[in-house]
């Protein structure tokens, strides 16, 4: 569908857009995390952690296309490096607050990846079968938002929320 914005695709112009998005979304889980260290105001040793880690995508990132030779190790390295850096964040976060590890896999992660289980497994059963053109692209769309919606609130919300939820909407 990048033909309705762009008169001539370039290559891999779907694939990188789909690798930023799950970058993106990995990157989302920093957010709190990265406010939480610097609420404890100890940045000095996370700064020089994460900083030496994504300063090291780079060389990575040259070594990934010398070797492969496509652009789109790039975007898989970030993804994985974002994977690392997620990880190195709960850890120096452990130290600094005593954060648990197996508590934020817990009532984060896990959470998100039981949100995410419908929706991708309809949404790929849904792009496999589908013909290309804008009925596809419309019908993958609505129900990317239906299903993850719904998902949210069954999976991903607890009772209290959805109470929380059902007063706000009436």
Known sequence: MLNIWLKNVPDYAAVFCQLVLIETCIEILSGPLITAVQATGKIKKYQIIISGLKILIFPICYLGIKL????????????????????????????????????????????????????????????????YGLP???????????????????????????????????
């Open 68 to 131: 492969t030779n496509t652009p789109i190790i790039t975007l898989i390295i970030s993804i994985l490096m974002s994977i690392i850096i997620l990880f190195a964040r709960i850890i120096i976060l452990k130290g600094l607050i005593s954060i648990s590890i197996s508590s934020y896999y817990k009532n984060v992660l896990s959470i998100i990846i039981r949100v995410l289980i419908i929706p991708v497994t309809v949404l790929l059963i849904l792009i496999f079968n589908l013909s």
């Open 136 to 170: 596809r692209f419309i019908i993958i769309s609505v129900s990317s938002i239906l299903l993850t919606l719904f998902s949210i609130y069954i999976i991903g919300l607890n009772n209290y929320e959805q109470k929380i939820l059902k007063n706000y909407i009436y």
